[in-house]
């Protein structure tokens, strides 16, 4: 076949470093997520869907590109939004990403379900901590969580 074709949706999330709740602000999320659906778009060729997230953590649906490796577009968004963040204010001099992230497959039949899902994170995370989701992602997913190394 002449043509290489993909559409691989992925429900990509992470959290600040402790999670820190730099992001009470909610015009900063507006920001933050617009600049990141343009390095997603831009930088690593992976647009983003939806963004949306709380204080502490986000979730990012993206259309991966069938260019750039996973691990790729993660490293390059975190970068490229820590750099900008630093700059915006000085209370966010200190900002970091956790190290590790979930990034999770997305059918296209469940597709509508999972953008409802992010988007209603601010009333999701009135009962559930980040934690108690991450954990619920993990098993929901299959994906064996050490929590040794999950939490930092």
């Known amino acids: ?3 290489s074709l993909a559409k691989v949706t992925l429900h990509l999330v992470f959290s600040t470093k402790n999670r820190v709740p730099f992001f009470r602000d909610p015009e900063l999320r507006r ?8 390095i997603l ?3 690593v060729d992976s647009p983003a869907l939806l963004i949306n997230g709380v204080e502490d953590h986000l979730h990012a649906l ?18 490229e ?21 979930g990034v999770f497959s997305v ?3 469940n597709l509508t379900e999972v953008i409802r899902y ?8 009135r009962v559930m901590t980040f934690q108690e989701e991450y954990r619920k992602l993990c098993d929901r997913h299959g994906v064996e969580l050490d929590e040794r190394y999950a939490w930092e």
């Open 1 to 3: 076949m002449p043509q």
């Open 31 to 38: 920001q933050l997520f617009a600049y990141m659906s343009t």
């Open 41 to 43: 778009r831009e930088k």
């Open 62 to 79: 993206i259309s991966l590109s069938r260019k750039v490796a996973i691990m790729e577009v993660v490293q390059k968004t975190k970068t």
């Open 81 to 101: 939004t820590t750099k900008w963040l630093k700059k915006q204010a000085p209370e966010l001099r200190e900002f970091a990403w956790q190290a590790g992230y």
């Open 107 to 109: 059918s296209e039949s």
């Open 118 to 125: 992010v988007e209603n994170q601010e009333r999701h995370h």
